[in-house]
């Protein structure tokens, strides 16, 4: 690791947000370089000006940001393209040249990219910018040119990256290494001893930062149809840019039950602690409700979410859905406590076995040793 006692290595980060994204890219990074300053290293984000963009949020965590300038307002695909390169703004190797010229003549110890629509052919093209070059993934569907790759989707395996890999990259696989803030193991003892006697009075909903098509709204229409009991409570956490907002509040105040909606949550281990029961989509937040033994209530919002929310129902971690009106149905069952419903204590259980929520440890230790 280059770096002195006088000169702390320098970790840059590559990664957006807008309301085609999410949240999810820019917040892992943040949660990583939050870790990454506390053992002393130096931290800058290198981001487009996307609408939807979480510039303000990376300057309050005390990271420095340089913006690349906003996409035009249209451009062409080229052929060839990764499946999400829409998502860049611009065309790859023009984001490239951009993100080499914000170094302006720095060179990071590391380049971590999170970033869907970046492959190989970016990060060659970075590669003198850079003393080594980490990527965080979660698609395996691309090939990459770096030294460490991430990707703490269950079930990977480095034969998942056989054709994207070469054989000297070190691969770090699996939800042990998901990147949870420190909050989430700290409190994992106290959520699972909650859990040895469960009740159905508290659910969390959380859609996503941005939610853009509504997801919220339609879980919410779904539970007000369905008279629960009075006594029932809902949280919805959203994010202050999420474009449905000002709908889910106004909503909120005319639902039966009690519902309390949250924006830009920073208490969100202890609020998931506090709650009985998870209706969320099958993203980064995930492996936050597993740490905690959250039950969970899983919806696919995108295409890449499904083999996700697959896998971790398949490990009896999650009950997945695809259909909100089913999710509420087996929400009443088991608030009239229906044999056939499937057991909050059983979820809890299994998807604590997913993560302890030492994720972000583990690759900091790797990074600055």
């Given at each position: 690791?280059?770096?002195?006692?006088?000169?702390p290595?320098?970790i840059?980060?590559r990664?957006?947000?807008?309301?085609?994204?999410?949240t999810?890219?820019?917040?892992?990074?943040?949660?990583?370089?939050d870790?990454?300053?506390e053992c002393?290293?130096r931290?800058l984000f290198?981001?487009?000006?996307?609408?939807?963009?979480?510039?303000d949020?990376i300057?309050d965590?005390g990271?420095?940001?340089?913006v690349?300038?906003?996409?035009?307002?249209?451009?062409t695909t080229l052929?060839?393209d990764?499946?999400?390169?829409?998502?860049?703004?611009?065309?790859?190797?023009?984001?490239a040249?951009q993100?080499?010229?914000s170094?302006?003549?720095q060179?990071?110890?590391?380049l971590v990219?999170?970033?869907?629509a970046?492959?190989?052919?970016?990060?060659?093209?970075?590669r003198?910018?850079?003393?080594?070059?980490?990527?965080?993934d979660?698609?395996a569907?691309?090939?990459?040119?770096?030294?460490l790759?991430?990707?703490?989707?269950l079930?990977?395996?480095?034969?998942?990256?056989?054709?994207?890999?070469?054989s000297?990259?070190?691969?770090?696989l699996?939800p042990q290494?998901?990147?949870?803030?420190?909050?989430?193991?700290?409190?994992?003892a106290?959520s699972l001893?909650?859990?040895?006697?469960?009740?159905?009075?508290?659910?969390?909903?959380t859609?996503?930062?941005?939610d853009?098509?509504?997801a919220?709204?339609?879980?919410?229409?779904?539970i007000?149809?369905?008279n629960l009991?009075?006594?029932?409570?809902?949280?919805?956490?959203?994010?202050?840019?999420?474009?449905w907002?000002?709908?889910?509040?106004?909503r909120?105040?005319?639902?039966?039950?009690?519902?309390?909606v949250r924006?830009?949550v920073t208490?969100?281990?202890?609020l998931?602690?506090?709650?009985?029961l998870?209706?969320?989509?099958?993203?980064?937040t995930?492996?936050?409700?597993c740490?905690?033994?959250?039950?969970t209530f899983?919806?696919?919002?995108?295409e890449?979410?499904?083999?996700?929310?697959?896998t971790?129902q398949?490990?009896?971690?999650v009950?997945a859905?695809?259909?909100i009106?089913?999710?509420v149905?087996?929400?009443?069952?088991?608030?009239?406590g229906?044999?056939?419903?499937?057991s909050?204590?059983?979820?809890?259980h299994?998807a604590a076995?997913?993560?302890?929520g030492q994720g972000?440890a583990?690759?900091?230790?790797?990074i600055?040793?």
């Amino acid at each position: 690791m280059t770096g002195t006692a006088s000169t702390p290595p320098l970790i840059a980060f590559r990664t957006d947000a807008s309301l085609e994204i999410g949240t999810g890219h820019v917040m892992r990074c943040l949660t990583l370089a939050d870790r990454l300053r506390e053992c002393g290293a130096r931290t800058l984000f290198i981001s487009r000006k996307h609408c939807g963009h979480l510039f303000d949020q990376i300057v309050d965590r005390g990271h420095e940001v340089r913006v690349l300038p906003p996409p035009p307002n249209s451009r062409t695909t080229l052929d060839g393209d990764t499946a999400h390169a829409a998502w860049l703004g611009v065309e790859w190797g023009v984001d490239a040249e951009q993100t080499q010229q914000s170094l302006a003549g720095q060179r990071p110890a590391w380049l971590v990219v999170d970033h869907y629509a970046i492959d190989c052919r970016w990060e060659r093209a970075l590669r003198s910018a850079c003393e080594r070059l980490m990527v965080m993934d979660d698609l395996a569907d691309r090939p990459h040119d770096c030294e460490l790759l991430l990707d703490p989707t269950l079930g990977r395996t480095r034969g998942d990256y056989a054709e994207h890999l070469g054989s000297e990259v070190q691969t770090f696989l699996g939800p042990q290494y998901a990147l949870l803030r420190p909050e989430f193991a700290a409190s994992r003892a106290e959520s699972l001893a909650r859990r040895n006697a469960p009740e159905l009075r508290h659910v969390l909903i959380t859609m996503g930062g941005v939610d853009k098509d509504n997801a919220t709204g339609r879980v919410l229409d779904a539970i007000d149809a369905a008279n629960l009991p009075s006594q029932m409570k809902l949280t919805v956490v959203m994010g202050p840019q999420a474009p449905w907002l000002a709908t889910i509040q106004d909503r909120a105040s005319n639902m039966r039950v009690a519902t309390d909606v949250r924006l830009g949550v920073t208490d969100m281990a202890q609020l998931m602690t506090e709650s009985d029961l998870a209706i969320g989509a099958a993203g980064g937040t995930s492996w936050e409700r597993c740490c905690l033994g959250l039950p969970t209530f899983l919806l696919s919002l995108a295409e890449n979410q499904k083999k996700m929310a697959q896998t971790l129902q398949d490990a009896g971690a999650v009950i997945a859905f695809s259909d909100i009106i089913e999710l509420v149905d087996c929400i009443q069952t088991l608030v009239t406590g229906d044999l056939n419903a499937p057991s909050l204590t059983q979820l809890s259980h299994a998807a604590a076995r997913v993560t302890d929520g030492q994720g972000s440890a583990r690759i900091c230790s790797e990074i600055m040793r």
